[in-house]
C-alpha cells in the first residue's frame, strides 16, 4: 500500500501540488485522473522519487519514502515497476536485453535464469519472437508491452503506469488495459495507473482519485465516477459525446 | 550567478559520476563499448587529419626556412608542431566535435525520452551509469590517438620531404632526434588525459541537463562543444603555463 498526505509540491511560485491525500491499495489498479495540467504526472514524479516533495510524506507500506536518503531509497526503488508514457525504452538494446537490464543490474541470477525470466515476462504480455529486434522496429503498441515486461520482471511489489494508453489504437489500448488488471491481480502489486482515458477507468479501475488544480476534488470507485456530483469531475467524464450518449442513455432507463 | 550556478552544478555532477560502479561486469561491458565508440571509431578521421597536418607542415616550414637556415629544421619543427600542440590540442578539439556531441546528444535523447528517469526509477544512479564509462574510455584512449597523430605526422612529414624533394630523409631524421626531450611527449599526453577528462565530462554534462525536445538536444550538443572547445583552451593555457616554464 502507498500513503500519500499533505503534500506539497511547487516549482518556484507556482504551486502545482496542494495538500494531497491518496492511498493506493495493494491488488488494486489504483487510478490517478483529471485535465492535462493537473499536476497527475508531477504527483507520480513525487511517489516515485523523481521529484522531491515541499511538504508531506509518502510511504510505502508504512515506511516514510520522502525521509531516506537517495541510497536508503534504492531498497524501495528495486520494488517499484514503471510503465513511462513513452515506453522510455533504450534504444541501443534490444527487446530481451531491455527486459533483462533490471536482472542484470540488481539480480544475482546467472545469465541463462535470467534470459529465461526477461523470456517468461515477454511471453507473458505476448511478444514471444519479437526479443531480438530494436525498439525502433516494433510498434507503438508493441513498444508499451515490453515496458510493460521490463516494469514487472523484478517481480515488483509496486506498479506505475503513466498514461498507458497514449497513442493507442482503441483495440490496443484493451489489450494494455487488460494486461495491467491481470498483471495487478497475479502479483498482488500496488498499480498506479495515471490516465484521462475514461475507457480505461471504467473497464479496469478498482480505486480513482481525480485530480483538480493540484487537489484531489474526488475519489471513489467506477461506479461512483459517473454519477459523483462532482461538477468538475462531470465535466471531465462527460467531455466526449460518446460519455454524453451513454450518460443519456442510463437517464433514459 | 549563472556561471556560479553551473560550475557548482558541474562539480556536483562530476562527483555523482564519479561513484563507484554498482555492478562491475555491466559497468565493464559498457566501457567496453564506449572504447570502441570513442577510440576505434575515431581512428580513421585522426590518422586522415595528422597525415595531412604533417604534410602540410613540413611543406609550409621548407616554404619559409630553405635557404637561410639549415634543412633538418623541417623534420625539427614538425615533431614539435605535432608533439606539442597539434597532436595533443587540436586532435582533441576535432574530437569534441565528434565525440562530445555524441555524447551530449545521446545522453540528451535519453533525457527527453525518459529514459534516464527509468534509469532513475529502477535504482540505477543515472549520471555514474552513463558518465563513467565514456570517462574511463576517454581518458583511457585519448593518449593512444595522440601518439597515433604524432606518429603519422611525422611520417608524413617524412615522406612529403622525399617526394616534393623538400629535404632528404638523412637531414629529416636528423632533425626529428635534434634536442629531443621525452618531457615534451609526457607533457602532451599529460595535457591529453586532462582534454578528454574536460570534453566528455562537459559534454556529458549538457546533455544530462537537457530538457524539452529535439531542438533542445541539438543546441545541448552545440553548447558541449562549443564550451568543450573554450575550457580545453583554457585549460592549455593554464597547463603549458605551469609545466613548460
Known amino acids: 500500500m502507498i500513503q500519500v498526505r499533505g503534500v506539497d509540491k511547487a516549482f518556484g511560485e507556482k504551486a502545482v501540488l496542494h495538500g494531497i491525500d491518496a492511498k493506493f491499495d495493494a491488488g488494486q489498479v489504483n487510478f490517478i485522473i483529471g485535465r492535462s495540467g493537473s499536476g497527475k504526472s508531477v504527483l507520480t514524479k513525487c511517489i516515485v522519487g523523481l521529484l522531491e516533495v515541499d511538504a508531506g510524506t509518502i510511504q510505502y507500506a508504512g515506511e516514510d519514502f520522502t525521509g531516506l536518503t537517495p541510497k536508503e531509497r534504492e531498497g524501495i526503488r528495486l520494488q517499484i515497476g514503471m510503465l513511462f508514457q513513452g515506453g522510455a525504452l533504450f534504444d541501443s538494446m534490444t527487446v530481451l536485453e531491455n527486459v533483462v537490464f533490471p536482472l542484470r ?66 483495440q490496443t489500448a484493451i489489450v494494455i488495459d487488460n494486461l495491467i488488471r491481470d498483471l495487478t491481480q497475479e502479483y498482488k502489486t500496488t498499480t498506479v495507473v495515471i490516465s484521462h482515458d475514461m475507457n480505461s477507468v471504467i473497464e479496469i479501475g478498482d480505486n480513482i482519485h481525480f485530480l483538480h488544480k493540484g487537489s484531489v476534488a474526488w475519489r471513489g470507485d467506477r461506479k461512483g465516477i459517473l454519477d459523483s456530483g462532482v461538477k468538475e469531475l462531470d465535466t471531465f467524464v462527460y467531455a466526449s459525446d460518446l460519455m454524453r450518449n451513454i450518460k443519456a442513455k442510463l437517464q433514459g432507463r | 550567478m549563472g556561471l556560479l ?82 597532436a595533443p590540442t587540436i586532435i582533441p578539439v576535432i574530437l569534441s566535435g565528434k565525440v562530445g556531441s555524441n555524447i551530449a546528444s545521446q545522453i540528451g535523447t535519453m533525457q527527453v525520452t525518459e529514459q534516464i528517469d527509468a534509469l532513475e526509477v529502477m535504482g540505477v544512479r543515472s549520471i555514474s551509469h552513463l558518465v563513467l564509462p565514456k570517462l574511463i574510455a576517454a581518458v583511457f584512449i585519448f593518449p593512444f590517438l595522440v601518439i597515433v597523430a604524432m606518429v603519422l605526422g611525422i611520417g608524413a612529414g617524412a615522406w612529403i620531404c622525399m617526394a616534393a624533394d623538400l629535404s632528404s630523409l638523412a637531414d629529416y631524421e636528423y632533425g626529428i632526434q635534434m634536442d629531443f626531450r621525452s618531457f615534451d611527449v609526457t607533457y602532451a599526453l599529460i595535457k591529453t588525459c586532462l582534454f578528454a577528462l574536460i570534453i566528455t565530462s562537459v559534454s556529458a554534462y549538457h546533455g544530462y541537463h537537457t530538457s524539452g525536445g529535439a531542438k533542445e538536444v541539438g543546441r545541448s550538443s552545440t553548447k558541449a562543444v562549443v564550451y568543450s572547445v573554450v575550457i580545453v583552451m583554457v585549460a592549455n593555457l593554464v597547463i603549458t603555463q605551469l609545466l613548460l616554464t
Open chain 1, 105 to 170: 543490474m540488481f539480480s544475482s541470477m546467472g545469465t541463462e535464469e535470467r534470459t529465461e525470466r526477461a523470456m517468461e515476462c515477454l511471453k507473458r504480455v505476448e511478444l514471444e519472437g519479437a526479443e531480438h529486434r530494436f525498439p525502433a522496429e516494433i510498434s507503438g503498441g508493441m513498444q508499451k508491452r515490453v515496458a510493460l515486461a521490463r516494469a514487472i520482471v523484478g517481480r515488483p511489489r509496486y506498479l506505475f503506469c503513466d498514461e498507458p494508453n497514449s497513442g493507442l489504437d482503441p
Open chain 2, 5 to 86: 550556478f553551473h560550475i557548482g552544478r558541474y562539480f556536483a555532477f562530476m562527483a555523482s559520476a564519479l561513484r563507484r560502479p554498482q555492478k562491475g561486469h555491466v559497468f565493464a561491458q559498457a566501457t567496453a563499448v564506449e572504447l570502441e565508440a570513442i577510440g576505434v571509431q575515431s581512428l580513421g578521421i585522426v590518422a586522415l587529419l595528422s597525415v595531412f597536418m604533417g604534410a602540410v607542415i613540413a611543406i609550409q616550414t621548407a616554404h619559409q626556412v630553405v635557404g637561410w637556415v639549415p634543412a633538418y629544421t623541417i623534420g625539427f619543427t614538425v615533431r614539435q608542431t605535432m608533439i606539442l600542440e597539434f
